[in-house]
């Protein structure tokens, strides 16, 4: 490989208390929990949108987002039943519009410093302490300085360009990491199933009558509340490099040409889908696995049997593990015992400076599985953001936080 050497002047645009990549469900809790302890936050997102998988993924429903959370996740439910955009399918749907326009109402009044648009490019590090990042947009490059920087990138970028150790797949084998899944809304869907549908069998016979073969075998219908749209959960990409844009793109491609072939095979032979919609694919598409940053410690498959419980435990989670296998066509699924998630799982080890949260967290294959899902990754994030403000106010290592203590029980 050739290479160019770059000697490079970045400047430093800013230095706040927290610094949170990503602005998914877990940069969500992160980032608002953070601002409202006071925290001087920049939340730095590549998109135009906060979200991510709820805003620019189409992904619905919201796992977990029942009255059992409480924080950020059960507020945002209730904001969501207030404007008539929660319910739906598995009473848990919600509309994607106004869940953007709620995000942005809250971390807004927080005071968040938002900046849509931007790439981050690099850790900033002193030996193994991260300080900051840099990051990419319109204007150039520039460097951002902070006490703690949050990775909630989903993939780990941040902890991996620091250096911090991970695992991928099953024995770093990343085609053996879950199938992607492009999402797509439909409209006009027909009002005998407005509170959804598990659609194999409809695509199943339409596949069929066209000498096709079906590309998942577990696909739902997902509508939202008080709507006549929805999304489809069908496309799935098997053995895709998630750590690589050149194949993510493939894949993005592939599951846009599932998602024509899907709708126009329901139009053509299921007459109770004649008039279906073709309204967007989502802008973004859905990776399941990736990075998982190794930590303090690692949740494994005991701890969802056992149903674990932790002093230091920042969220809890009740989700099955849910596998869409890298082949088959289908899901590998069980139950599990209502789980703890430690902070210890979200500080990557060895290192200072960055907290991880989301899907990236320290945990095997399976484990990842479950906790992965959506408000699993607010409440982490959230309740990691409020023991690092604890620290920074106390001036200690977020190690020596008796995290029990500044959670006043909540996990207890």
Known sequence: MNFITENLK???????????????????????ASAREGMRTLLIERTACLGGMWGNGFMNPMFEGNNKKSGIVFELVEELKKRDAWGGFWGKSFNFEYLKCILEEKLTEAGVEILYCTDFSRAVCEGNTVKGVIAENSEGRAAYMASTVFDCTGDGHVAADAGCAFEIGV???????????????????????????????????????????????VPYLIPAPNAHFGNIQFTHMYGYDPLSEKEKTAATIEGRRQMLEAFELLKKYDEEFSSLELIASAPVLGVRESRR???????????????????????CASFGVDIHTSEGKGQVCHPVKPYQIPMRALIPRGYDGIIVAGRCISGTHEAMASYRVTANCTEMAENAAIVNAYAFKNKMPIREVDVKQVLCGKFA
């Open 10 to 32: 970045t400047p430093i645009a800013g230095e706040y208390d927290v610094i949170v990549v990503g602005a998914g469900p877990a940069g969500i809790g992160a980032a608002l």
């Open 171 to 217: 024995e770093g084998d990343y085609k053996k990491c879950q199938a992607m899944t492009l999402m797509f809304i439909v409209g006009n869907i027909p009002e005998k199933y407005r509170d959804g549908l598990m659609i194999y069998e409809k695509l199943d016979a339409v596949y069929k009558k066209a000498g096709k073969e079906i590309p998942f075998k």
């Open 293 to 315: 940053i190794i930590g303090e410690y690692t949740v494994d498959e005991n701890d969802l049997i056992l149903g674990s419980k932790f002093d230091d435990a920042v969220a």
